[in-house]
């Protein structure tokens, strides 16, 4: 047999990707059975599951890729581009991460892989948001983790809202971060 | 047969709701099977679905007991009380939340009425707002529509982080939404 070259393991595995994401979007994280995740990807489970070892590792790669994707726009362009391209998100998708959370809340080892997933990135939102600090942007009297503890809730108050399909008001929320950070 | 009386009604009503909330907080909204319900509650499904329609007639009376007991707290000890009160709250409990907004997102009408739910008490709280922003306590240039849908973002952020098991700051989140609404 041929050896699988890297670029058709790359295909295949963003076919596999994407399949899951629509899948996990359209039936939800335990509606997405391994049959209509077959159905949707096109491929065998066994093809599916040589790639990825669980459901699990499935949604843990969306959603470091999504975190890499917001963090890496966060970096660019700022925490309100970050706003705006939530608020823009698929609600479908966003919320999947809604039944995710729970079963994080419910296993703790799974839980702190999460918190620690991406290490690099959070280190380096943590030091744009001190240079922020430093440049005057946002108010320096405050622990830069307390600023971002801050921005992570309006973050995931927004994507709750979104996931649950209620309107948000990205302008009008942002006005009230923008005070809130405003130097004293 | 005697008639049931009202009081032994009321009783059985709170034994259902207090049952349920357990049952749900221990294996989620999914989890919580009518087998499951019947054993937490101690009552059949029959004597159960007398005064419940449906499971999600147990939740929506769940939440909206939660909800009426935060709005009360609203208005008698401010927004920060409700804060610190959620940051208290069962985290098993308040995970229950993030898979009902899964299925508020995929059913409109369920959502519609979820939104109108307890309509005086959110007027009240909206009344509320804008005697904070008359008496200087809120800044004024913005519309209490506005305060009251940053306020709605921060309480669903934190329910989030809480859901999923995460630690949250109430003190240090307070110190910025208290910058956010302060006059200019």
Redesign the interface.
């Known amino acids: 047999m041929p050896k699988v070259s890297d670029s058709h393991r790359a295909e295949r595995r963003r076919q596999i990707l994407d399949g899951a994401r629509r899948a996990f979007a359209r039936d939800?994280y335990?509606g997405a059975t391994v049959a209509r995740l077959e159905e949707e990807i096109g491929l065998s489970r066994g093809a599916i599951f040589s790639y990825f070892p669980s459901k699990w590792d499935l949604f843990y790669s969306l959603a470091s890729e999504d975190q890499d994707r917001f963090g890496r726009l966060w970096l660019a362009e700022g925490f309100e581009s970050v706003v705006r391209r939530i608020c823009d998100e698929d609600?479908?998708w966003v919320?999947?991460y809604?039944?995710a959370?729970?079963m994080?809340?419910?296993d703790?080892a799974r839980?702190e892989l999460w918190?620690q997933r991406n290490p690099e990135l959070r280190t380096a939102v943590g030091e744009h948001l001190a240079v922020c600090q430093a440049d005057g942007v946002y108010?320096s009297d405050?622990p830069v983790?307390?600023?971002g503890?801050?921005l992570?809730?309006?973050?995931?108050?927004?994507?709750?809202?979104i996931?649950?399909?209620?309107p948000?008001?990205a302008d009008?929320?942002l006005?009230?971060?923008r005070?809130?950070?405003?130097p004293?």
Chains 1, 2 share one sequence.
């Open positions: 939800g335990q609600p479908e919320g999947v809604l039944e959370g729970r994080l809340r419910t703790p839980r918190l108010r405050l983790e307390s600023i503890a801050f992570g809730v309006v973050l995931d108050g927004l994507a709750a809202q996931g649950t399909g209620f948000v008001d009008g929320t006005t009230l971060v005070a809130a950070l405003a004293k």
